[in-house]
C-alpha cells in the first residue's frame, strides 16, 4: 500500500517527477521544441488514473501517439514509448485492472498493443522516419513496444488481483456485519423470550391469589348478599381463564428443560447470597443494599437481581479476582444499582470474551422497566455498570 501511495494511481509527487523528467527528456532526447504540453499530460495521466483510468489511459495513449509522431531519435533512446509514457501507462493499466471491469482493461490493452504494431509497420514501410533508422536500417520500436506489451499485461494483472483480493475483503466484511447483526437479533430475541417467561411467573403468583381469593370470599365473609357472591364467582372465573391462557402460552416460550422452572423469582434479598458465592470464587465484593420500599415491584426487584448478577458474572469471566464494590439503594423514587470493579489482579485468561449477551439483556431488561443504563470502562482500568430504574407503586401499576 505504501508503495501504490507513492508510484501508484493519485500520485501527485510521482506524477510531478514524470512530467519533469518527460520534459526534460522530449526536450534534449527526442528534438520536440514545445513539450510542455505532452509532458503536462503525461503528469496528469498519473493523477487522473485514481479518478478516472480509462481517461488516463486515452491520455496515456495520446503522448504516446504524440511522441511517435513528432519525436525523432538518433541513439539508443526507448522509442515511442518513452520511460515516463511507459510509467504512465502502467499506472493508467493498473487502475483499470483494480477499478473496472477486467474486460475493459483487456480492451485498453489490447487497444495498445494495436496501435504499437501500427507503429511497427509505419517505422519498416517508411511511412515514420526516423534519423536513428536511416543510419542503422533498424526499427527502435519493436523491442521498445514488445517490453510495454509486457510490462503492461503484468500491470493489468496486478491490478485484477488486487479488486479481486478487495473484493473478497469486502464480501467477508460484510458477511461479518450481518452474522453480528443476525446474532444481536437473536440475542435480544432469547433475552426478551427468558423476560417473559420470569414476568408470566410473577403475574401468574398474583393471579392465583386473586382466583383463590375470589373463590373463597362466599365462605370466608359471612353476609354476602347473591349478586356479590356471583361476581366475586366471576372475577374466580376470570382470573382462572387468565391463568390457563397464560400457561398456554408459557408452553409455547419454554423450552422442554425449562418447563418446571417455577420457583419464585429472586429480588435484593438474594444479593447476600449472591455476593457470597463470588466471594468464595475469589473475587472480593462489597455488597451495600440500602433501604428499599416494602411494596418495591416485582418486576422492578428481580431486575435489580439480574442486573448485580450479570455484573458480577462478568466481572468473574474478565477480570477474575478484582475488588467490586456493589451498591444498591432507592432514590428519589427511583432504585440505583451500581456496580464497579477495580482492574484484575493478574492477567486475564485467554478465551474470555464472551457473546456479549449479558450487556445486551441488561440494557433490554432495564429499558423494559422504564429505566436506564450506563456501562463502560473505568479510567482506573476497571468497569462500571449503573442502572436506574422507576418505582412505580403497586396503584399505579394497576392502572
Sequence with gaps: MLVLALVGPGSVPFALVVFGTQNQLLRTNYDIGAPMLIAVATGAAVVLARYRPVEAWLLAMGVFAAVAWLGDVSGWEPWPLTVPTLFALLVALFALGRDRLAWIGVLAWSGYTAAGTWVVWAVNSDRIVLSYNRFTNDNPAVENLTLGALLGAFALLVGVTVRIWQQGRARVAEEERVAEEERQRRRLLEERTRIARELH???????????????????????????????????????????????????????????????????????????????????????????????????????????????????????????????????????????????????????????????????????????????????????????????????????
Excluded at 353476609?223 to 372475577?235: N, Q
Excluded at 457470597?276 to 428481580?302: F, H, K, W
Excluded at 457473546?355 to 482500568?381: K, Y
Design 201 to 399: 411467573d410473577i403475574v401468574a403468583h398474583h393471579m392465583s391469589v386473586i382466583a383463590v381469593q375470589s373463590s373463597t370470599a362466599e365462605y370466608r365473609l359471612a353476609g354476602l348478599g347473591e349478586d356479590v357472591k356471583e361476581e366475586f364467582r366471576s372475577i374466580s372465573g376470570q382470573a382462572r381463564e387468565s391463568l390457563a391462557e397464560m400457561r398456554r402460552l408459557l408452553g409455547v416460550l419454554r423450552s422442554e428443560d425449562e418447563a418446571g422452572a417455577r420457583a419464585p423469582q429472586p429480588g435484593p434479598e438474594a444479593l447476600h447470597g449472591l455476593a457470597e458465592s463470588v466471594n468464595r470464587a475469589g473475587t472480593p465484593v462489597d455488597l451495600v443494599i440500602g433501604d428499599l420500599p416494602p411494596d418495591l415491584p416485582e418486576t422492578v426487584a428481580l431486575t435489580v437481581f439480574r442486573v448485580v448478577q450479570e455484573a458480577l458474572s462478568n466481572v468473574v469471566r474478565h477480570a477474575p479476582g478484582a475488588h467490586v464494590d456493589a451498591s444498591v439503594a432507592a432514590s428519589d423514587g427511583t432504585v440505583v444499582v451500581t456496580v464497579v470493579n477495580g482492574p484484575p489482579p493478574g492477567p486475564v485468561p485467554p478465551g474470555q470474551e464472551g457473546s456479549g449477551l449479558g450487556l445486551v439483556g441488561m440494557g433490554e431488561r432495564v429499558a423494559l422497566d422504564g429505566g436506564a443504563l450506563e456501562t463502560g470502562p473505568t479510567p482506573e482500568g476497571g468497569f462500571r455498570v449503573r442502572a436506574v430504574l422507576p418505582i412505580r407503586s403497586n396503584a399505579e401499576e394497576s392502572v
